[in-house]
């Protein structure tokens, strides 16, 4: 399902909307600046992250992202971080005091937080991989000097994994149709299939190995890097850069929350 | 006389103690023709590729490619000469790009990048890929992908083509375009097949491979009409060849 999700998801990044317009550096620059800003804020910050959520906002909307298999995908990672994230509640001694004299664990602001963080930097990942095809992005990533063996990794990761999750399937599938009745295999029998699949991968990255041999393989792959910086990338760039600094350095939520006080009829 | 483009002699491999894949195989590729190589599973026709390219070195006998004995020091000049279409689509394919893919040959040899892609373009534009040049090979059909391969080969200008069941996983109409694309290539070809109606279309010449020996060899016509040939080799006379009231298989 969560397959299905992705290669949905990384279908529509090959799409033709202003923002997969754009220059994929300056949307990979842009996705890194927000990333470091929301995990540069202070361990109890929540409500300050919040502006950030507007760059993959914007970026989906702009580059009508599908909400479906992003929330999928999104939600993967999501126990993860909320293990990662459980045990301030309980470890964090300091306490915080509403100002209805309320007080409670600040665990509880840092485990906040850590949900936060981790739907921002997801969600901004899951954005960027939506509205850019990932040819495009792997040649951001040689643009900016990215270790050539981490761009080869990626780059056959990429292209195997799909395949990969192809023979598991099948090998599932196998299984599913001799054992209709059981939804699940035994231990015994998942164990057989998942040294079934290891052999089969190991076979199948035997052939990728031939026939990148036979075509002049040597340890590198030429990958293409060409791709036109236009003024319109560096101000998407810019302007995103310079919210994102704005919204670190600035106390925008405060100043939000106070004139949102001043209204007429708001305490 | 030119020098046949293979030349094999006594070759005998096999991959454990005591089996033969290959079985003392003498087998001749001539200059310019497009051989079909014909055989029951588990005949080494699959074997005799990987020796081919060199994964597989022979335990006893020769192997001459084009003019050169196939050793491991001499591997990386004669696979240069070589353009190799292999049986499953999805491993010969691992770039981000179809252009990428089919230009990864030139680059390795050391044309300049301008000059391998626009060459790469001319290529796809013959084959009717030039709109896919920018797409990630996973996401075309198993027709585009598979003339993705043979651009792969091509491009290398190859004095040797080898075609390893090259019309596996394709649809009639995908089969038919592959075929006349290959139809006319001058080059010389050996063509490793169960589709015995493309061996017949393309090749010039066929030889049966069973037991990792040659069965038979002569003209298409004459071998894959023989009922009797064909079912003591596990194979089937191709459809069109078939006389009416005569059985197919035996």
């Known amino acids: 399902m969560s397959c299905h999700a992705a290669l949905e998801l990384d279908h529509h990044g090959r799409g033709a909307s202003p923002v997969h317009g754009l220059d994929p550096l300056a949307k990979l620059l842009a996705a890194a600046g927000v990333t470091l800003a929301a995990i540069s804020f202070p361990k109890h910050a929540t409500g300050e992250l919040l502006p950030l959520f507007l760059f993959p906002a914007l970026l989906m909307a702009l580059g009508q992202v599908p909400l479906r298999p992003f929330f999928r ?65 792997l040649q951001a ?58 052999l089969r991968t190991e076979a199948r990255s035997r052939r990728i190995y031939r026939a990148m041999t036979l075509r002049g393989y040597d340890g590198t792959l030429p990958f293409r890097t060409h791709e036109g910086w ?38 | 006389m030119p020098e046949p483009a293979i030349q094999i002699e006594k070759l005998t491999f096999g991959y454990h103690a ?8 003498d087998l001749e590729v001539r200059d ?39 050793r491991r020091e001499n ?27 089919v230009t990864i040959g030139p680059l390795k040899v ?24 920018n797409e990630f090979p996973g996401h075309l059909s198993a027709g585009q992908k598979r003339l993705s391969t043979l651009a792969t080969a091509l491009i290398q200008d190859p004095e040797l083509l080898i075609l390893d069941e090259p019309t596996l996983y394709l649809d009639p109409y995908a089969r038919r375009i592959f075929i006349e ?25 066929i030889v049966i491979l069973d037991h990792g020996r040659i069965a038979a060899a002569g003209l298409p016509n004459a071998l894959l009409a023989d009922p009797a040939l064909m079912a003591a080799h596990r194979l089937e006379v191709p459809h069109s060849l078939r006389r009416p009231n005569a059985t197919a298989m035996h």
């Open chain 1, 141 to 198: 990533f040689i643009r900016l000097h990215a270790p050539h063996a981490f761009v080869q990794l990626l780059n056959l990761l990429y292209r195997y994994i799909f395949v990969l999750t192809e023979e598991g399937r099948a090998l599932t599938h196998a299984w599913q149709l001799r054992c209709p009745q059981r939804r699940l295999p035994d231990p015994a029998v998942a164990a057989g299939l998942a040294g079934n699949l290891f």
């Open chain 2, 32 to 70: 310019g023709e497009c051989l079909g190589i014909v055989g029951p599973n588990g005949a080494g026709k699959t074997t005799l590729v990987l020796t081919l390219a060199g994964f597989c070195m022979p335990d006893s006998g020769s192997v001459r490619i084009l003019g050169q004995d196939l």
């Open chain 1, 230 to 267: 236009t003024r319109r990338d560096l101000l998407f760039l810019l302007l995103v850069l310079a919210a994102t600094a704005a919204v670190r350095l600035l106390p925008l939520t405060q100043w939000l929350g106070g004139a949102a006080l001043k209204f007429p009829g708001v305490q």
């Open chain 1, 73 to 137: 995908l999104l939600l993967i990672g999501l126990p993860f971080a909320v293990m990662a994230g459980v045990w301030n509640i309980f470890l964090d001694p300091a306490r915080v005091r509403l100002p209805s004299g309320v007080e409670f664990s600040a665990g509880w602001l840092s485990f906040l937080s850590i949900l936060l963080r981790y739907l921002l930097t997801a969600g901004t990942v899951l954005a960027l991989i939506g509205t850019t095809s990932f040819p495009r992005l």
């Open chain 2, 181 to 205: 694309q290959v139809r006319p290539l001058p080059h010389t070809r050996l063509v490793i097949s169960h589709d015995l109606e493309m061996v017949l279309e393309l090749c010039t010449r």
């Open chain 2, 75 to 101: 591997l990386a000049g004669i696979r240069a000469r070589m353009g190799f279409v292999l049986q499953n689509l999805d491993d010969q394919l691992f770039m981000p790009t179809v252009l990428e893919d």
């Open chain 2, 18 to 25: 005591g089996e033969k894949a290959l079985d003392a195989l």
């Open chain 2, 110 to 133: 050391g044309l300049p990048p301008a000059e391998a892609e626009a060459k790469a373009i001319h290529l796809l534009e013959r084959m009717g890929l030039a709109p896919l040049a």
